[in-house]
């Protein structure tokens, strides 16, 4: 028998999006223990709502990962598998499909240790996040590789070069995932009234606070006050594997001042979410992924896109919230007390 823990859960919003992947009004799913994250995310969604256009959110690239390693006899050797990784890319590519319907290869990096070979290969996966297709598809293609390089030992179907579920560089600089940048722009009335700051404020404690705070922490590709809140809240509200929140979100927050109004963005380059597979058959998934009008026939791969676009608005949302806060003295530590405190018995 199967059991489940309950995490509570509120819809958000509406929020105002829009982009080429999708436009219109809609309220988020959140699920979490951390209630004050529910009212400033509708804070950040009410912003939305005043702005013309909302929160234009544009998809820059997806693909998703798997590495796998061998072990050479030597460096020369690895170099000659490389040279055949490149030359038959079509061979490669064949593979791939008959694994899967979705399922396409669209490059490949390699790095070479001594005599250990690592290779990552990036697939697209349609509506899925595609761990197990990427997995599947990795272990044809290794194997692949054995039989044609009798000297070539296996190492490891995962090889740390993915990189899944570990905050490393390398997925910020060749992608994993959906890449996603949500922007807004706020009039200073709308920043005055609804987030009780200027742009000023929120331009300057961005950077001190996201840039040099981060840095001097050692921060890893990463300048944000707490993407990873709204990541894990959206997450587990719509079936998704909560620790690809460790990747997703290294991320970052821009701040300029444009005219005296505020310009807002977040850029996530590595959103792993998809509206088919593990978890997506819950009642209250299904229910919230209709919310989010992914329930119906699409060209493969949209539903996920529009999916992500979502989570990166929500994103948006409580990080500009969380900021303009923190602009004003007492006015984090108030808000939490007075929504967490429990009454005395």
């Not at 390089?149 to 993915?162: A, H, Q, V």
């Not at 009780?196 to 331009?203: A, F, M």
């Amino acid at each position: 028998m199967n059991e489940y823990a309950q995490i509570p859960m509120k819809r958000v919003g509406p929020l105002r999006i829009s982009g080429a992947t999708v436009q219109g009004e809609y309220a988020v799913p959140l699920a979490t223990y951390e209630s004050p994250l529910w009212p400033s995310v509708a804070r950040g969604a009410r912003v939305s709502m005043q702005c013309e256009g909302g929160i234009s959110c544009t998809l820059v690239s997806e693909r998703m990962t798997r590495s796998v390693l061998f072990e050479a006899p030597s460096a020369a050797a690895a170099v000659e598998v490389v040279s055949r990784l490149t030359s038959q890319r079509k061979h490669f590519e064949a593979l791939v499909e008959r694994t899967s319907r979705f399922a396409k290869l669209i490059d490949v990096h390699t790095e070479i240790a001594a005599h250990l070979l690592f290779v990552r290969f990036e697939f697209s996966t349609g509506d899925a996040a595609g761990h197990n297709m990427c997995t599947q598809a990795a272990e044809v293609l290794m194997n692949d590789l054995l039989e044609a390089f009798p000297c070539l030992k296996y190492g490891s179907l995962s090889g740390n070069y993915c990189s899944d579920k570990k905050a490393t560089a390398v997925n910020g600089i060749l992608g994993r995932g959906k890449h996603v940048i949500a922007e807004l722009l706020v009039p200073r009335k709308i920043c005055r009234r609804y987030l009780k700051t200027t742009p000023e404020e929120l331009v300057q404690l961005n950077f001190q606070k996201n840039w040099v705070g981060t840095t001097l922490a050692g921060g890893l590709r990463s300048a944000n006050a707490h993407f990873a809140n709204m990541l894990l809240a959206f997450y587990l509200a719509t079936g998704q594997d909560a620790a690809n929140i460790v990747e997703g979100s290294q991320g970052t927050t821009i701040a300029e001042v444009r005219n005296g109004d505020l310009y807002f963005c977040v850029t996530l380059p590595h959103l792993i979410v998809g509206t088919v597979g593990n978890g997506k058959e819950l009642g209250f998934v299904q229910e919230n992924m209709q919310l989010l009008d992914l329930v119906v026939d699409r060209d493969v791969g949209e539903n996920a896109r529009r999916l992500a676009c979502f989570c990166a608005a929500a994103v948006l949302c409580g990080e500009l919230s969380l900021l303009a806060a923190l602009t004003n003295p007492g006015e984090l530590m108030q808000a939490h007390q007075r929504l967490e405190r429990k009454k005395k018995i």
